[in-house]
C-alpha cells in the first residue's frame, strides 16, 4: 500500500508540473499567435470571433453532463462499458450541440446585426461535434495521472491550429485583401483543423481503451446521477463569466467588442494560471485536512501564497498592461491600454473568491459557491447596462468589478460561517495592490510621459511590482520554510 501511495504521488506531482507548465506555454503560444494575428486581421474579426465563440461555449456548458469527471471519478471508470458508453453518451451530444447552432444561428444574427453570424455559429457548432467524438483516452489518462499524454495533445494540436489560423489569414488577405470581413473565417477554420487533427490524435495516438458506440443501461443512470450537479455549476459559471460579453456586444460596435476581447485575453493570463494552481494544489490539500480541528489555519496557508501571486498579477496588470498594449498591438487596438487597467480590479476580485473557493469545495459547500455565481450574474444584470449608461464602455467595466465584488461577499460570507476570518488579510493585500498598481503606472508615465517609449515604461512599472511583491514574496519564505518544507 505505502509503495502504491507513493507512486501515485509521484504521478501526482509530475501531473501537476506537467498541467501548470504545459498551460505556460499554451499561454505563451496563445499570446504570440493573438499578437501576429493583429497585424494580420482587424479588430472586427476579433469581435465576431469572440461572440461566436461565447454562443458555442454557452451551449456546450448548457449541457455539460460530466463525462470527463465522472469516469475520472467513477470507481468504474476503467470499465469498458463505462467508457463506451460515456463516449456515445459524448457523440450524441456534440451532434446535438451542433444541431443547437444551426437553431440559434438566425436569431443570434439578427439579435446583434450580424448577417455574417448566420454562417459563423453553425460552422463553429461542427468544432462541438467533433469535440464529442473524441476518445475517452483523454479523461482515462487524467483519471491514471498520465498527465503528460494529454498536456503533449494539447500543446501540439494548439501549435497545428495557431499555424493553420496564421497561414489562412496570409492567403485570405492575398486572396480578399486586409480589410474584408470574409477575413473572419481564417480563425475559424485553424480551429476546425485543430479539433480534426484532435479527434484523429486522441483515437490514433493514445494510449488507453478503444471505443465503440455502446450504451449501458446501469452506466448511463450512473453517469446522468453525477451530470446533473455538473450541469448547475457549469451553467452558473457560464453566465458568470460570459453573461458581459453577450451584453457587451449588444451595446458597443463589433470592432470595440474586439479589442474588448484583446484586453479580456491579457487581463486573464494571470488569473487563469492562479485559477489553475488552486485547483492542482490548493484544493486537494484542503480537501485531506477538511475533518482537522485547526482547519483556519491550514486554509489560511494554503491560501497564502495565491493571495501574493495574484496581488502580484494585478499589480502588474494595472502598471505593465498599458506599455504592453503599446509595444505588442498597432493603434487600432489603443483602446486596450485602459481597458485592461479596468479588468486587472476584477482579476484582484476573482483571485480572492477563486482561493475562498478551494476551501468551500474541500468542505463541501458547493451550494455558497453557486450563490457566488448567482451574485455575479445578478450584478452583471445590474451594474453592468447602469454603468454603461451612466459612463459608456468605462462605467460598463467598473459595473463588472462590482458584480466580482458581489461574488468575493458572498464567499467571504460563505468562509466565514465556516469558521475562518479572511476580510482582515484580504483587506490589507487590497490596500497593497492598489498602492503597487498605481506607484507602478506613476513610474511608467514618469519615464514615458505622454505613452511614448512603451518599452522603458514597460521595465519600469514591472521593476516596481518585482521589488514590491518580491520583497514580500521573500519574507514570506522566510517566515514559513519549516512549514513549506514539511509540506
Same mark, same amino acid.
Given at each position: 500500500m505505502e509503495t502504491s501511495g507513493r507512486s501515485i504521488a509521484r504521478r501526482a506531482v509530475r501531473g501537476s508540473v506537467w498541467t501548470l507548465g504545459g498551460y505556460g506555454a499554451g499561454q505563451l503560444l496563445r499570446l504570440v499567435a493573438n499578437v501576429i494575428l493583429a497585424r494580420l486581421l482587424f479588430p472586427e474579426v476579433f469581435g465576431l470571433m469572440a461572440l461566436t465563440f461565447t454562443f458555442i461555449q454557452g451551449l456546450a456548458m448548457f449541457s455539460d453532463v460530466g463525462i470527463g469527471p465522472s469516469i475520472v471519478q467513477n470507481p468504474r471508470g476503467d470499465e469498458p462499458r463505462f467508457l463506451d458508453t460515456a463516449f456515445t453518451i459524448g457523440a450524441v451530444r456534440g451532434v446535438a450541440l451542433w444541431l443547437a447552432s444551426v437553431a440559434i444561428a438566425l436569431p443570434v444574427a439578427r439579435i446583434y446585426g450580424q448577417p455574417v453570424l448566420l454562417w459563423l455559429v453553425p460552422a463553429a457548432g461542427l468544432t462541438a461535434l467533433l469535440s464529442g467524438v473524441e476518445s $475517452?483516452?483523454?479523461?482515462?489518462?487524467? *483519471?491514471?495521472?498520465?498527465?503528460?499524454?494529454?498536456?503533449?495533445?494539447?500543446?501540439?494540436?494548439?501549435?497545428? =491550429?495557431?499555424?493553420? $489560423?496564421? !497561414?489562412?489569414?496570409?492567403?485570405? *488577405?492575398?486572396?480578399?485583401?486586409?480589410?474584408?470581413?470574409?477575413?473572419?473565417?481564417?480563425?475559424?477554420?485553424? @480551429?476546425?483543423?485543430?479539433?480534426?487533427? *484532435?479527434?484523429?490524435?486522441?483515437?490514433?495516438? +493514445?494510449? =488507453?481503451? %478503444?471505443?465503440?458506440?455502446?450504451?449501458?443501461?446501469? +452506466?448511463?443512470?450512473?453517469?446522468?446521477?453525477? =451530470? %446533473?450537479?455538473?450541469?448547475?455549476?457549469?451553467?452558473?459559471?457560464?453566465?458568470?463569466?460570459?453573461?458581459?460579453?453577450l451584453l457587451l456586444a449588444r451595446l458597443v460596435s463589433m470592432a470595440e467588442f474586439g479589442v474588448f476581447g484583446i484586453a479580456a485575453t491579457l487581463a486573464s493570463i494571470p488569473t487563469l494560471a492562479i485559477e489553475k494552481l488552486g485547483g492542482a494544489v490548493a484544493f486537494p490539500a484542503l480537501s485531506r485536512m477538511a475533518n482537522r480541528t485547526d482547519f483556519d489555519r491550514v486554509y489560511e496557508r494554503a491560501r497564502a501564497p495565491l493571495l501574493l501571486a495574484g496581488a502580484a498579477a494585478a499589480s502588474a496588470l494595472f502598471g505593465c498592461g498599458p506599455p504592453l498594449v503599446e509595444l505588442l498591438y498597432d493603434a487600432r487596438y489603443?483602446? !486596450?491600454?485602459? +481597458?485592461?487597467?479596468?479588468?486587472?480590479?476584477?482579476?484582484?476580485?476573482?483571485?480572492?473568491?477563486?482561493?475562498?473557493?478551494?476551501?468551500?469545495?474541500?468542505?463541501? *459547500?458547493? @451550494?455558497? +459557491?453557486?450563490? =457566488?455565481?448567482?451574485?455575479?450574474?445578478?450584478g452583471i444584470a445590474l451594474f453592468f447596462p447602469l454603468g454603461f449608461h451612466l459612463a459608456g464602455l468605462r462605467g460598463a467595466l467598473v459595473g463588472l468589478a462590482l458584480s466580482d465584488l458581489a461574488r468575493y461577499a458572498v464567499s467571504a460570507w460563505g468562509v466565514r460561517r465556516a469558521g475562518m476570518r479572511p476580510l482582515r488579510v484580504d483587506a490589507t493585500h487590497t490596500a497593497l495592490v492598489a498602492g503597487v498598481a498605481l506607484l507602478g503606472d506613476a513610474a511608467a508615465r514618469a519615464v514615458a510621459p505622454g505613452g511614448r517609449g512603451a518599452p522603458l515604461a514597460l521595465a519600469a512599472a514591472a521593476a516596481v511590482t518585482v521589488v514590491v511583491w518580491g520583497a514580500l514574496g521573500l519574507r514570506y519564505y522566510r517566515e514559513n520554510r519549516a512549514h513549506l518544507a514539511r509540506s
Amino acid at each position: 500500500m505505502e509503495t502504491s501511495g507513493r507512486s501515485i504521488a509521484r504521478r501526482a506531482v509530475r501531473g501537476s508540473v506537467w498541467t501548470l507548465g504545459g498551460y505556460g506555454a499554451g499561454q505563451l503560444l496563445r499570446l504570440v499567435a493573438n499578437v501576429i494575428l493583429a497585424r494580420l486581421l482587424f479588430p472586427e474579426v476579433f469581435g465576431l470571433m469572440a461572440l461566436t465563440f461565447t454562443f458555442i461555449q454557452g451551449l456546450a456548458m448548457f449541457s455539460d453532463v460530466g463525462i470527463g469527471p465522472s469516469i475520472v471519478q467513477n470507481p468504474r471508470g476503467d470499465e469498458p462499458r463505462f467508457l463506451d458508453t460515456a463516449f456515445t453518451i459524448g457523440a450524441v451530444r456534440g451532434v446535438a450541440l451542433w444541431l443547437a447552432s444551426v437553431a440559434i444561428a438566425l436569431p443570434v444574427a439578427r439579435i446583434y446585426g450580424q448577417p455574417v453570424l448566420l454562417w459563423l455559429v453553425p460552422a463553429a457548432g461542427l468544432t462541438a461535434l467533433l469535440s464529442g467524438v473524441e476518445s $475517452t483516452s483523454v479523461h482515462w489518462l487524467r *483519471r491514471h495521472l498520465r498527465l503528460e499524454w494529454v498536456t503533449s495533445v494539447d500543446l501540439g494540436t494548439q501549435v497545428l =491550429g495557431m499555424a493553420a $489560423t496564421v !497561414a489562412l489569414a496570409v492567403v485570405g *488577405r492575398h486572396l480578399v485583401g486586409p480589410n474584408d470581413i470574409r477575413l473572419v473565417w481564417a480563425p475559424l477554420g485553424g @480551429n476546425l483543423i485543430q479539433s480534426v487533427v *484532435r479527434v484523429a490524435v486522441t483515437h490514433l495516438a +493514445m494510449p =488507453g481503451p %478503444r471505443n465503440r458506440f455502446r450504451l449501458d443501461r446501469e +452506466m448511463v443512470a450512473a453517469q446522468l446521477r453525477f =451530470g %446533473r450537479w455538473v450541469f448547475l455549476s457549469t451553467l452558473l459559471t457560464f453566465l458568470a463569466s460570459q453573461s458581459d460579453r453577450l451584453l457587451l456586444a449588444r451595446l458597443v460596435s463589433m470592432a470595440e467588442f474586439g479589442v474588448f476581447g484583446i484586453a479580456a485575453t491579457l487581463a486573464s493570463i494571470p488569473t487563469l494560471a492562479i485559477e489553475k494552481l488552486g485547483g492542482a494544489v490548493a484544493f486537494p490539500a484542503l480537501s485531506r485536512m477538511a475533518n482537522r480541528t485547526d482547519f483556519d489555519r491550514v486554509y489560511e496557508r494554503a491560501r497564502a501564497p495565491l493571495l501574493l501571486a495574484g496581488a502580484a498579477a494585478a499589480s502588474a496588470l494595472f502598471g505593465c498592461g498599458p506599455p504592453l498594449v503599446e509595444l505588442l498591438y498597432d493603434a487600432r487596438y489603443a483602446d !486596450a491600454r485602459w +481597458m485592461i487597467q479596468f479588468l486587472a480590479a476584477g482579476a484582484w476580485l476573482q483571485t480572492l473568491s477563486g482561493s475562498n473557493g478551494a476551501a468551500l469545495l474541500a468542505l463541501g *459547500r458547493v @451550494n455558497v +459557491m453557486a450563490a =457566488g455565481s448567482g451574485a455575479k450574474v445578478a450584478g452583471i444584470a445590474l451594474f453592468f447596462p447602469l454603468g454603461f449608461h451612466l459612463a459608456g464602455l468605462r462605467g460598463a467595466l467598473v459595473g463588472l468589478a462590482l458584480s466580482d465584488l458581489a461574488r468575493y461577499a458572498v464567499s467571504a460570507w460563505g468562509v466565514r460561517r465556516a469558521g475562518m476570518r479572511p476580510l482582515r488579510v484580504d483587506a490589507t493585500h487590497t490596500a497593497l495592490v492598489a498602492g503597487v498598481a498605481l506607484l507602478g503606472d506613476a513610474a511608467a508615465r514618469a519615464v514615458a510621459p505622454g505613452g511614448r517609449g512603451a518599452p522603458l515604461a514597460l521595465a519600469a512599472a514591472a521593476a516596481v511590482t518585482v521589488v514590491v511583491w518580491g520583497a514580500l514574496g521573500l519574507r514570506y519564505y522566510r517566515e514559513n520554510r519549516a512549514h513549506l518544507a514539511r509540506s
